[in-house]
């Protein structure tokens, strides 16, 4: 039986993380925890132990900021969260969060002391090193990650137990990359798997709305680095790749007499025949129609 309505989980496994804890406190926060790491998420208000008054947890805490709302107050600094920026609290450090107006938006990572210490060990880290205050950037890499340790959570298939281990591990990594502002040196078989992902995407959807967020959404990367690794991999803006496969599907399309030129216009992602027009005579510099009646006189 849930304790609220938003974890099911043993408030004694929670505690691991926590300190003490009641379920009266995780009224709105959704609970995500594995054996070595538990995310936190406020989505209906704030945590009712995060606003106790100079608390302390025994994990370390990674705290990914999606607005600037709320604060953190300790005893000798406050810090206001940031869009895209991490904040890390070692363990026994007393805290508490003061929010401004409506739901603080963030992902608390709790973090057992002796798993971090396991890991921090490839990079010669030492846990003097980690009693300091610390701010880094979340990289995409590292939401990617806790999206993915959510979702296994909440689908709970089999082998969950073991994946959501695999992905604390690979979370854990990531936050001390970028801690250490260790940057990932660009893979390009990577990349040219995703751009031939994406036009396959393309050509399956030429007549949907195919924005550059959405093309760039769909593999996996920021719309800068997405356009620069499109370019790279065809000569080509993602945008001026998809006008001339429309307008290549068109022209084989232009053949079949039974199709409309508005019909056409559609199927090929054209927002009207005069859209379709326009951008056809601007590459070929013929109209679709002398096109076709020059096709047929061949």
């Given at each position: 039986?849930?304790?609220?309505?938003?974890?099911?989980?043993?408030?004694?496994?929670?505690?691991?993380?926590?300190?003490?804890?009641?379920?009266?406190?995780?009224?709105?926060?959704?609970?995500?925890?594995?054996?070595?790491?538990?995310?936190?998420?406020?989505?209906?208000?704030?945590?009712?132990?995060?606003?106790?008054?100079?608390?302390?947890?025994?994990?370390?805490?990674?705290?990914?900021?999606?607005?600037?709302?709320?604060?953190?107050?300790?005893?000798?600094?406050?810090?206001?969260?940031?869009?895209?920026?991490?904040?890390?609290?070692?363990?026994?450090?007393?805290?508490?969060?003061?929010?401004?107006?409506?739901?603080?938006?963030?992902?608390?990572?709790?973090?057992?002391?002796?798993?971090?210490?396991?890991?921090?060990?490839?990079?010669?880290?030492?846990?003097?090193?980690?009693?300091?205050?610390?701010?880094?950037?979340?990289?995409?890499?590292?939401?990617?990650?806790?999206?993915?340790?959510?979702?296994?959570?909440?689908?709970?298939?089999?082998?969950?137990?073991?994946?959501?281990?695999?992905?604390?591990?690979?979370?854990?990594?990531?936050?001390?990359?970028?801690?250490l502002d260790i940057k990932p040196t660009e893979c390009v078989n990577v990349s040219r798997i995703e751009i031939?992902?994406?036009?396959?995407?393309?050509?399956?959807?030429?007549?949907?709305?195919?924005?550059?967020?959405?093309?760039?959404?769909?593999?996996?990367?920021?719309?800068?680095?997405?356009?620069?690794?499109?370019?790279?991999?065809?000569?080509?803006?993602?945008?001026?790749?998809?006008?001339?496969?429309?307008?290549?599907?068109?022209?084989?399309?232009?053949?079949?007499?039974?199709?409309?030129?508005?019909?056409?216009?559609?199927?090929?992602?054209?927002?009207?025949?005069?859209?379709?027009?326009?951008?056809?005579?601007?590459?070929?510099?013929?109209?679709?129609?002398?096109?076709?009646?020059?096709?047929?006189?061949?």
């Amino acid at each position: 039986m849930p304790h609220n309505s938003y974890t099911s989980e043993p408030i004694s496994k929670i505690k691991e993380f926590t300190g003490e804890i009641t379920a009266e406190h995780l009224r709105y926060v959704h609970s995500f925890v594995s054996k070595n790491m538990a995310l936190f998420m406020p989505v209906a208000g704030p945590c009712q132990m995060a606003i106790s008054p100079m608390h302390t947890h025994p994990s370390y805490m990674f705290v990914i900021g999606f607005s600037n709302n709320s604060s953190i107050i300790t005893e000798s600094f406050e810090y206001r969260s940031q869009p895209n920026v991490v904040y890390l609290l070692a363990p026994g450090i007393p805290h508490h969060e003061v929010n401004e107006s409506g739901i603080p938006r963030y992902v608390a990572v709790f973090v057992k002391p002796s798993f971090l210490d396991q890991q921090a060990k490839a990079y010669q880290l030492q846990q003097s090193q980690l009693k300091e205050w610390l701010t880094f950037d979340c990289t995409e890499e590292i939401l990617y990650a806790v999206k993915r340790f959510i979702s296994e959570y909440q689908n709970n298939k089999p082998g969950a137990a073991i994946l959501l281990e695999s992905l604390s591990i690979e979370i854990m990594h990531l936050l001390l990359r970028s801690m250490l502002d260790i940057k990932p040196t660009e893979c390009v078989n990577v990349s040219r798997i995703e751009i031939n992902r994406c036009i396959e995407y393309m050509r399956q959807n030429l007549s949907e709305k195919l924005t550059l967020p959405v093309l760039s959404a769909y593999s996996n990367m920021s719309t800068s680095h997405f356009t620069r690794v499109f370019k790279t991999e065809t000569g080509r803006s993602p945008i001026d790749y998809l006008i001339e496969m429309r307008l290549e599907i068109a022209c084989r399309k232009l053949l079949d007499k039974e199709r409309s030129l508005k019909e056409i216009a559609m199927e090929c992602g054209f927002s009207s025949p005069a859209h379709f027009s326009s951008s056809f005579n601007k590459k070929y510099k013929i109209s679709p129609s002398e096109y076709l009646k020059a096709s047929i006189n061949k």
